[in-house]
């Protein structure tokens, strides 16, 4: 599972943007995305990634703020999934 924490929610805590090449990774390994922001996460499962309804916040590519190993910036755009964070089973702390 590739785990990914989100720094705000969009559109009024109705949406939470990932970057694309997360995504990509996990539709190429077949693994899950954890999204966590603050004590909460949701999960995308794998089998439905391809088939997800993100939004493109912007057509606009960003650059990384830290740079690789090899010394470029990543670039990357950002994909907007629905907030829905998942309800644990039991009450108390939410292991992340």
């Known amino acids: 599972m590739i785990e990914y924490t989100a720094e705000k929610l969009w559109n009024f805590g109705k949406d939470v943007s990932v ?3 997360i995504i ?5 390994t077949g693994q899950d995305v954890k999204v966590i922001f603050k004590n909460k996460f949701m999960i995308i ?3 439905t990634l391809l088939f ?13 703020k830290y740079p690789e190993k090899d010394g470029t910036h990543k670039m990357y755009k950002l994909l907007d999934f629905e907030w829905r964070p998942d309800i644990p089973e039991r009450k108390g702390v939410v292991d992340v």
Do not use: L
């Open 19 to 21: 970057r694309d090449y």
């Open 24 to 28: 990509i990774e996990a539709m190429n």
């Open 45 to 47: 499962p794998n089998d």
């Open 52 to 64: 997800s309804e993100f939004r493109q916040s912007c057509t606009k590519e960003f650059k990384s």
